[in-house]
């Protein structure tokens, strides 16, 4: 379950690359877009169920990045707070992405996706 710290990143780092693949089919990225930011907050919702919701809940999480411990490499850390901040920018996301798809036109999806 330490991996589920490090699946909102993933998940945003596989949505970068995919919509710079389909930059060439506007729709397609457009889907590529939205499709990414709902993964984005079911990743970030079944870290909070992880952490804080769940009745098992640790309350805290820590994924080591190589496996080298904390001295020497990177902690990453899932708290109730980070949980939170997680889900706020997933909600404000979803919902600014969902905003341009609608909004933003052809010419300017070129330039600013």
């Known amino acids: 379950m330490e991996t589920l ?6 998940v945003a780092l596989a949505t970068v690359v995919l919509t ?3 930059s ?3 729709r397609l ?14 990743s970030v ?6 952490i804080v919701l769940s ?3 640790p309350g805290a999480q820590a994924y080591f990045v190589g496996g080298w411990p904390p001295p020497f490499g990177i902690a990453l850390l899932a708290d109730g707070l980070s949980a939170f ?9 979803f919902y600014a992405i969902a905003f341009s798809v609608l909004y933003v036109d052809r010419i300017d999806q070129r330039v600013y996706y």
Do not use: F, K, N
């Open 55 to 57: 009745p098992e809940a």
């Open 29 to 42: 990225q457009q889907a590529a877009s939205v499709a990414g930011a709902l993964a984005y907050a079911v």
């Open 85 to 93: 901040m997680l889900a706020i920018v997933a909600v404000v996301g």
């Open 24 to 26: 060439r089919w506007l």
């Open 45 to 50: 919702g079944a870290l909070v169920w992880s």
């Open 5 to 10: 710290v490090i699946a909102p990143l993933l």
């Open 20 to 22: 710079l693949v389909t």
